[in-house]
DNA sequence: AGAAGATAATGTAAGTTTCGAAAAAAGATG
DNA sequence: CATCTTTTTTCGAAACTTACATTATCTTCT
């Protein structure tokens, strides 16, 4: 007993709109008369509603195509300046402030590095603050063209008003982040964990692109999922799906830094796979050991694939997804190396009929794309949600 | 990039049409003012769409309201008798045929046994070709007053005009069984996974009613889960979503039947429980045989509630459900045992915030609701889709 | 008993929105 | 320059919901 709402004949204009600007984002640029094809709508509808989106400069004209014995084609496009995007990417050590525009190409991006145990929700919220205004000075926009912030944290994040945020590793209980950063800016926010936003940035410019059931898995410190179901993904009744990391994989197996036993993160996590094969998790420069590690041919290795294979194969079995995107530093470490064996355990611990429906993939994006997937949060909503109310002129 | 479909003005009505009749049917009875309220419509809406409702006898007067001081309310229902469905339970050693009311009453039933060996295809479709007429005569039904036939069976189900199956059990592989169907009735048919079907009458007449957000585990001889996001049940790419049983709980455990090892079935699937307790699963009347084992204190069933309650936390982590409903003979059986157990294997497994959203509780149908599961599918395709096609006067 | 008041249900006119068909626009071709 | 072809816009019709006004039906007060 869902999605019972009521729909009003203004519905179906607000859904035929974000439907047409959605196809035309994603198409690159398109004719009318593609449109028409594409949407289904009749050529009437698309006429008077390019119309409206070009007025509003929503949309803009981008050349002619040649035609054979005909009136040319007009191609048209969304205005990549239309608006902009600021992403913000809250990590461990760093906070990165980047402004992409509307085609996601970055503008402008800023740094500020946070020491270890300078985690305060205050501070936090001072720099992103500051790097907005960085950001938006040095390419020279203005904050009524930024469409909205969206930030990545650790942690999971309630939806609300408030983005009540529970970050363990920031020693964050229970801040109400959003509040902390509206009293600072006007900008509509939007936050959302940091894996689950990478996640939609990979579903929708990476690997993920045109699958509509896909489940994209972050591996790096920690391990995460996001569960992509007919392109919506799946939140859960309190906002915190997608934690595959405490799956248990071997009951009363390997302690977890969660206080379980045997969770998946327990063995394909960084620091899991460095202490399996004897190395110190104590140094800096993970990155680097990890590498040496996996290039060792240490039996730890052979077993991490198979671990990633068992969880992978889970997932097949129990959702049934298109495509699995394997992405996070660690994820795109052992995939480059491990691939095959990856695939072969998944396929071991497969029911055949799943396991054959679905492709199992890297991410495309690299491990950097927190403040991507975060702008792509304010992208979602510009095209589902865009205006699409004129102002009615008085008297 | 989903649910790219274009909308007409006419999807309007046909959707507040469905949204009307739903909350009519799981409401009982309510006036047009209570419709009003529930739907959110205007007063017009809801007085012109009773009364085409009414015209066409889908909904009828159900007696009237005192009021204190104005017109008294004339309460409306969903007419019991204007239609009926047919579903249907193909188990290993029966299959049974029942007719039920729009109520989900029911009015009719035949059984017919089948002998181990004996699952031709074309025998099962012939007993329920043969069970409908029976049904249908015996509670003096026509064959026009039916809206369809549920059929729920093992095995996997692929969605399409066809339904073709993969029962491992049954030993069909790639069986149209739709098609085979649909040569002797030309009533619309819905075929499902028989657990699918099970957990999809939980989640509206049982211990899943008003969550949106659920899963339904179901433990027999098999162990299966149907998933629930925003009412919608996932299906998956190729329509084998919520094969639970085998996700890997132990990698390298014990053998299970699929090949694999590990699988949770291997833990707590019917046959798993009676072999670790030492019982032989050669003899028949498992059912005591199970009971009594239960009782019995072995060890292999605090393991099972651990087993169970780490499957569940998974289910948790992963998917943040509101509720999680236990179901199936076996799962009934240990839920009715070993309840907090259960759940103290599952807390303990969980991560603290999505287990404190999860209500973990026992199905209330009972563990033959499958033909009432199945009847379930023809119900929600007559709330959903009713016709709504109103013959235009000519002339 | 009759009038007044209150609540429920139904018409009516207005405002959206999509659609099909016809008209207009814009270049290609001979 | 006239004709053809293809794209795009315009126009009237049909379908819906809504707000407002009207009718229906029961209770209560005088």
């Known amino acids: 007993m869902a999605r019972l709402e009521r729909r009003t004949v203004r519905d179906v204009r607000k859904g035929n709109r974000a439907m047409l600007l959605r196809t035309l984002y994603f198409t690159g640029s398109a004719s009318r008369n593609d449109l028409i ?14 119309g409206d989106l070009l007025e509003e400069s929503i949309i803009m ?12 084609r007009v191609l048209l496009r969304v205005n990549p300046t239309y608006g902009y995007a600021v992403g913000v990417d809250v990590a461990e050590t760093h906070v990165r402030v980047e402004l992409f525009d509307l085609e996601m190409k970055e ?24 790097g907005i205004d960085v950001v938006l000075s040095d390419a020279g926009v203005t904050t009524g063209q930024v469409l909205g912030v969206g930030v990545g944290v650790p942690g999971i994040v309630r939806r609300g008003p408030d983005f009540v945020i529970h970050a363990k590793t920031f020693g964050w209980d229970g801040v109400p982040f959003g509040t902390l950063l509206s009293a600072g800016t006007p900008l509509p926010l939007y ?12 579903l929708w410019f990476g690997s993920g692109r045109g699958a509509g059931n896909a489940v994209i898995v972050l591996i790096g410190s920690g391990v995460g999922a996001t569960v992509v179901s007919d392109g919506a ?29 045997g ?12 202490e399996r094969a004897g190395v110190s998790t104590q140094t800096t420069g993970w990155q680097e050991e990890l590498a040496r590690v996996l290039d060792s041919g240490s039996p730890a290795v052979a077993e991490t694939a198979t671990y990633l294979g068992v969880g992978l194969a889970n997932l097949v079995n129990l959702l049934n997804p298109e495509r ?14 491990l691939l095959p064996e990856i695939l072969q355990a998944a396929a071991e611990n497969s029911l055949a009929q799943p396991y054959a429906a679905t492709s199992i993939v890297l991410g495309r ?13 304010v992208l979602r909503n510009f095209l589902d949600a865009t205006p699409a109310s004129r102002v009615t002129a008085a008297g």
């Open 324 to 337: 699995i995107v394997i992405g996070g530093w660690v994820g795109l470490m052992l995939g480059e190396r």
């Open 37 to 50: 094809r594409l949407t289904g709508l009749s050529a009437a509808t698309v006429s008077t509603m390019t």
């Open 263 to 274: 969770c998946l993160e327990a063995y394909i996590g960084a620091e899991a796979i460095l």
């Open 191 to 202: 936050v959302d964990n940091g894996a689950k936003a990478m996640g939609q940035a990979e």
């Open 61 to 72: 004209e981008a050349g002619q195509v040649d035609s054979d014995g005909g009136r040319p």
């Open 107 to 130: 503008r402008a991006k800023v740094d500020y590095a946070l020491r270890p145990a300078r985690h305060d929700p205050e501070l936090v919220a001072r720099h992103i603050l500051a």
């Open 233 to 261: 993904t799946f939140q859960g009744v309190s906002s915190s799906a997608g934690e595959w990391g405490h799956t248990k994989i071997i009951v009363g197996g390997r302690p977890c830094r969660c206080g379980g036993r």
């Open 365 to 377: 994006l690299g491990p950097d794309a927190v403040a991507l997937g975060a702008a792509t949060l």
